[in-house]
């Protein structure tokens, strides 16, 4: 009878042009989400800057670059500035729903015209319903998509503006990937208001952190995740708090960019594979 596997075996994938950074390459080591304790293994490799893509734990393990750095959200402290307060009051009337990680036709045609606006020609963007479907419902894990609707009328719900599958963890909500409508007329800031409404629910079940993937210093695209304090980034001696008056720097960079809502919380590929790659090779 041979030993029961105590420890899951890692893998890596062959190098690739970055999404984020032009001139770079990127490589992802990678597991299986698997069994019966797959949740505590989330946990486990959560906290140690780990994401979830479908059946797969993932995280950056790039050669020549360390610029991809895991952050999250200390739910139960965070003081949100003026203008999340003016988000959060914005969009009050939304009715925010946890349902069961189960896709529908309603939010794959949002998903839709959300890259249409966004990420137009982006690994995602050839999407059909089908690999929608495999990324939100194969999960091993404890999953939700959180549907974002407005007020409905006679008993009905209302217009879905706004979805985000999340993992629940141990200490905290990770939020795999949102998406939302990006040209509503009356309704700007989603994005923010999807992030500002997981660190509340968070807070209020008691969970610490709100995970929100990677934060790349010099991507455009990742810089709107520094707008929420208090900031916790995982380096080689654990989590550490950002020094205030470097992330007030990092806020002013993004204002400058006029970028700050870009709601992609995460990089995955339409497949669920981390980094789309074909090979891997074995750790």
């Not at 709107?224 to 720097?249: H, I, M, N, S």
Request: contains cysteine; hydrophobic residues 30%.
């Amino acid at each position: 009878m041979t030993a029961p596997v105590r420890f899951p075996r890692f893998f890596v994938t062959s190098p690739a042009p970055c999404p984020y950074l032009a001139g770079k390459s990127e490589r992802k080591v990678f597991t299986e989400l698997k069994g019966p304790h797959a949740d505590e293994l989330n946990d486990a490799l959560g906290r140690i800057g780990f994401r979830r893509s479908q059946t797969v734990a993932y995280r950056p393990s790039c050669i020549d670059c360390s610029a991809c750095v895991s952050v999250r959200v200390v739910a139960d402290e965070f003081e949100p500035s003026s203008t999340q307060r003016k988000t959060l009051r914005q969009h009050a009337d939304l009715v925010a729903t946890a349902c069961k990680p189960w896709s529908t036709p309603e939010q794959f045609e949002l998903l839709q015209r959300y890259l249409a606006a966004r990420h137009p020609g982006g690994g995602m963007a050839t999407m059909d319903e089908m690999d929608f479907a495999d990324m939100v419902e194969h999960t091993p894990v404890k999953s939700y998509v959180i549907e974002y609707r407005e007020p409905g009328e006679n008993g009905r719900p209302g217009k879905l503006v706004g979805a985000c599958l999340t993992d629940q963890q141990g200490d905290g909500l990770s939020m795999i990937y949102s998406f939302y409508d990006p040209q509503h007329e009356t309704r700007s800031g989603l994005g923010n208001f999807i992030i500002l409404d997981h660190i509340q629910r968070a807070a209020r079940v008691g969970l610490p952190y709100v995970y929100l993937g990677y934060w790349v210093d010099g991507s455009a695209r990742m810089q709107y995740k520094v707008r929420y304090r208090p900031l916790e980034r995982l380096g080689r001696d654990g989590w550490e708090r950002f020094d205030p008056t470097e992330q007030r720097r990092a806020i002013g960079r993004v204002a400058a960019t006029g970028r700050s809502e870009l709601a992609e919380v995460d990089g995955s590929n339409k497949d669920g594979v981390p980094g789309g790659h074909g090979r891997y090779t074995h750790d």
